[in-house]
Structures are given as C-alpha cells and as structure tokens.
C-alpha cells in the first residue's frame, strides 16, 4: 500500500472515529431540570387535587451560574399548564423581604439546583433545596437516571440543613 493509500485510509479512519454516535440516554439539563422540578412539585404539594392554584416554582441555581436560555424553555414547555416556572438570577429576587418569616413570593415554592454537567451520562447525582420560608426548607441529594423512557428520579435522601 502506497503512502497517498495509508494517508487516505488514516483520514477516513478518523472521520469514521469522529462520526461515532452515543446512542446511551443521557440526562441533559432542560430533561434533568424538568424532573427536578416535577419531583419538587409532587414532594410539597402532595395533596394537591383538581381546582387547586397551579403551584409557582421559582429556580436558581446553588452557585450562582446562569441556566441557559435554551434549557429555560424546556423546563417551562415540560411544566406546561401544571407548574408555573420563573427563573431567577438569585435567591432574593423569590423571597417576599416584607413576609415576617421571609416566604416565597406569591405562596411559591424556591428551588435551588446545582448544575448539570454538559458531559453528564445517564446518571447524575444533584444536590436540590426547597424553600417556601424561613421554617419550612429542605435540602435534598437525588440521583436522576435517564433511560429510553426519559428523566427520572430513582434515589433521594434528605440533607441536614444548616439553621
């Protein structure tokens, strides 16, 4: 085999190398989020019944980072008419600074996430807080596992809050 031969084969090896498609579900941010906050919405409001006031989630993240634009709009279309979503730069601009007991704006609930790695795998372990106000907040470490069927939550364990 000649050398433009041998040239031609390595280049075509890795086109071939670069094409290769991951075909494992992965847990994506906007996916990942969703979850979370259906999770979230089942774990507060657990009685909630038909003719109840659809609930308000407001979302920060733990450190301060931004959630993308593109991921904002998934969660909102997932939650479509069941949850109201408003997420916000930081955790002040969801408390009502007025409430004796520092509550949530508008009865809401404020979840805080940390951050899904762009290069997550079909499993990602996210730490989440949930706030409504000053006495009642929860900080929860949950596994979200993705498969065929999409985003699930299958492992949760409650945190020691910090007063």
């Given at each position: 085999m000649g050398r433009v031969a041998k040239a031609c084969l390595a280049v075509l090896l890795a086109v071939l190398a670069g094409c290769h498609h991951d075909t494992e579900p992965r847990v994506k941010a906007g996916?990942?989020?969703?979850?979370?906050?259906?999770?979230?919405?089942?774990?507060?409001?657990?009685?909630?019944?038909?003719?109840?006031?659809t609930p308000l989630v407001f979302i920060t993240t733990t450190d301060g980072s931004a959630?993308?634009?593109?991921t904002q709009a998934k969660v909102i279309r997932d939650a479509d008419d069941q949850v109201?979503?408003?997420?916000?730069?930081?955790?002040e601009d969801a408390i009502d600074t007025q409430d004796p007991v520092d509550a949530v704006k508008d009865d809401g609930l404020l979840l805080t996430v940390g951050p899904i790695p762009s290069d997550?795998?079909?499993?990602?372990?996210?730490?989440?807080?949930?706030?409504?106000?000053?006495i009642?907040?929860?900080?929860?470490?949950?596994?979200?596992?993705?498969?065929?069927?999409?985003?699930?939550?299958t492992q949760e364990e409650e945190q020691k809050v910090q007063p």
């Amino acid at each position: 085999m000649g050398r433009v031969a041998k040239a031609c084969l390595a280049v075509l090896l890795a086109v071939l190398a670069g094409c290769h498609h991951d075909t494992e579900p992965r847990v994506k941010a906007g996916s990942g989020y969703s979850t979370v906050v259906a999770w979230a919405v089942n774990h507060q409001f657990p009685n909630r019944g038909e003719g109840s006031p659809t609930p308000l989630v407001f979302i920060t993240t733990t450190d301060g980072s931004a959630i993308s634009a593109t991921t904002q709009a998934k969660v909102i279309r997932d939650a479509d008419d069941q949850v109201k979503v408003n997420f916000v730069d930081k955790r002040e601009d969801a408390i009502d600074t007025q409430d004796p007991v520092d509550a949530v704006k508008d009865d809401g609930l404020l979840l805080t996430v940390g951050p899904i790695p762009s290069d997550a795998r079909n499993s990602v372990e996210l730490e989440v807080a949930l706030y409504t106000n000053y006495i009642d907040h929860s900080a929860w470490k949950l596994l979200l596992v993705a498969d065929d069927n999409g985003v699930k939550v299958t492992q949760e364990e409650e945190q020691k809050v910090q007063p």
